[in-house]
T-cell receptor, first 117, second 116 residues
């Protein structure tokens, strides 16, 4: 069965520090997608990135970068030079073909990131 | 309006009340979802609709009743709720549901529900 584990429940850093949020997934499929979402205190889940299982290139978007490693079933997220506005709960999610009817997401438990000034 | 909107943003109700949550998506998507987020279980999928037909119902109690009159609107009708139903209810939409794996789901801001 599919599973997503975010072992870090809470991380606290000081502004300008780099921080990496870990995500480990389990799936039996060869075709799957991985996602990261940000949930600020307002509550809305904001989509950050989608990555398919055939594309292992790392991605960088401004201060955000993602490291996808199939060998360790991990899809880690790094924020460089963190800012207070980065404080939020971050969710990693998996979509694979084992779900009953297509496009279901399996979410990790989330990591609460607190960036202090 | 853009994206996915939800109303009301906050709702307080008694256990005997009947209320409804509304979700509207302005993205031209064909699939819509209801999720429940509480402190005990971070994100639980409740219902999925694809082209206005319910596809998935993850064993949700009958006191929650969804309705999808068209592909842009989704409702969650609430009646005789329990205090443990207090949570953040999130709506999401995606382009397709049954077409396969990997469509991105876009979420609304949620309705924070408190049941007294």
């Amino acid at each position: 069965a599919q599973k997503v584990t975010q072992a870090q429940t809470e991380i606290s850093v000081v502004e300008k520090e780099d921080v990496t949020l870990d995500c480990v997934y389990e799936t039996r499929d060869t075709t799957y997608y991985l996602f990261w979402y940000k949930q600020p205190p307002s509550g809305e889940l904001v989509f950050l990135i989608r990555r398919n299982s055939f594309d292992e290139q790392n991605e960088i978007s401004g201060r955000y970068s993602w490291n996808f490693q199939k060998s360790t079933s991990s899809f880690n997220f790094t924020i460089t030079a963190s800012q207070v506005v980065d404080s939020a709960v971050y969710f990693c999610a998996l979509s694979d073909e084992n779900n009953n009817a297509g496009n279901m997401l399996t979410f990790g438990g989330g990591t609460r990131l607190m960036v202090k000034p | 309006e853009t994206g996915v909107t939800q109303t009301p943003r906050h709702l307080v109700m008694g256990m005997t009340n009947k209320k409804s949550l509304k979700c509207e998506q302005h993205l031209g998507h064909n699939a819509m979802y209801w999720y429940k987020q509480s402190a005990k279980k971070p994100l639980e999928l409740m219902f999925v609709y694809s082209l206005e037909e319910r596809v998935e119902n993850n064993s949700v109690p009958s006191r929650f009743s969804p309705e999808c009159p068209n592909s842009s609107h989704l409702f969650l009708h609430l009646h005789t709720l329990q205090p443990e139903d207090s949570a953040l209810y999130l709506c999401a939409s995606s382009q397709e549901m049954l077409a396969g794996v990997g469509d991105t789901q876009y979420f609304g801001p949620g309705t924070r529900l408190t049941v007294l």
